[in-house]
Every structure is written in structure tokens, then in C-alpha cells.
């Protein structure tokens, strides 16, 4: 059973940075948080928490306080393929909303399909703004030779839709009848196509992080053609609604 608490100390700072440099791989190079900020913070009354399988950590996240009664959840990382990650984010939205807080917000790549599904099916989150090359270059072993582009995402915590995620029940978000495919996976490469229907779906790669190294120029295409079109369409005033499919963003008109 996945525990998961506050971190207070030094040393447990410590084994937060020897998990995020097992996930991201920075080496030498910027960790995504230092351990005294992250002790900084905790003392600071921010969010610092860990997931523990046993005595193991197998999951951390670290947030800050930011304006209009949120919290900005900075970096989360966890072992994939067990839970660990929707455990944080509930810990996460129980422990804002017990300081009266109304959102979470946080940043991802918008190319990471698990992640999308995860934030948007899943936690019920909604993308705000496409926020292109955000964090400047990368030289971790995850986002090497990419460029930066973050979704800014927001998690409204008493909204109906998050309340039933979080209680474990299902909400589905279908595809309308007439949507139209806006940017389309076609043998592994990005197509686009029309943009005027009322809901278009833009499609993302099966696995970025792989086309990295094995295919940089056509995870480059992906790069750009996402941005163009997912980052175009919002600029315009589209909402991101959903994700289907495990594959697909659902953007409608506002």
C-alpha cells in the first residue's frame, strides 16, 4: 500500500533529488529543484511530499504557493505503471483544499501522451495555454535535443467533474459526431488537416521519448506540427476539453 506524507528534513530532500536524477537523468547538469529549495519551501509552509511503498520512496512532489488561491505544482516524479503518480495528486488536492485553496496548476509536454491522458481523462485537469520552448534548453537524459514546450494546466479542485475522478468513478468524454481530425498520425509521422469544424482532435505521437533517439528529425516534425496546431488553435480562443482515445486532445470552440 502506497503511504503518502509531507517531507520535513534534509535527508529525506536527499532521497527526493536520488529519485528525480533516476527519472530525469540530470547528472551534473540542473536538477529540476534543489534539495535546499525543497527545504525552503517545506519550511515555508509549500507542499513537499513523498510516496512510500514501504520504506521505499517510490514517488515525490513539490509545489509552491502562487496567486488567486492556488498552488503551482512545480515537479512530480514517480515510478510509472503502479499508481503512484494519482496517489500524489490526491494527496496533492487534499492537502490544498484543507488551506482553501481552489486549483492546482502545473506544466507538462504536451507530446507525452501518457501524461495527457493522465492530466486531462484521468484527473480531469484542463490545459490553459500552449507555452512554447517555456523552460529554455534541456539537457537531462529525457528531454536532450528537444525543445521545452509546456502546456500550463489548470485543476479546478471542487469542480463536479474533478470531484468524481477523485472518487475513483469513471467520466467519459466522447468525440462528438463531425469532428474533424486536425493533426493526424500517418505512419508514424504528423498530417495535418482541417481546422474549422466546431471540435477537431490533434493528435500526438505513441512515443516521443523513444523518437528522441531513435528518429530526432521526425520527433522534431511532431514538435513543431503540436505546436502549430494545438498551440494555434488555442491562441484562437479553442478550449482543450479532453483527451480521447488515449490519443487524441478534443479541442472545441469556446
Known sequence: ???????????????VHAL???IWGFGSGD??????LMRALSH????????????RLAGASVGFL???NTLHSHVTGAAAGHGIGLELKLHQRRWALERG???ITWTYDPLVRRNAHFNLAKLGARPLEYLPCFYGVMEDAVNQGDESDRLLTEWPLADPRVAA??????????????AAVALADVGGRPVAGPVDADTVLVAVPADIEGLRRTDPGTAKAWRHAVRDVLGGLMARGRRVTGFCGKSYYRVERA
Open 66 to 68: 502562487a496567486a488567486a
Open 1 to 15: 500500500m502506497i503511504e503518502v506524507r509531507e517531507l520535513h528534513e534534509m535527508a529525506e530532500f536527499e532521497r
Open 31 to 36: 536538477p529540476p529543484i534543489t534539495m535546499e
Open 20 to 22: 528525480f536524477d533516476g
Open 165 to 178: 475522478l477523485a472518487r475513483r468513478e469513471p467520466y467519459d468524454t466522447p468525440v462528438p459526431e463531425g
Open 44 to 55: 515555508a509552509g509549500g507542499y513537499v511530499a513523498g510516496a512510500f511503498d514501504g520504506d
Open 101 to 103: 485553496l481552489e486549483r
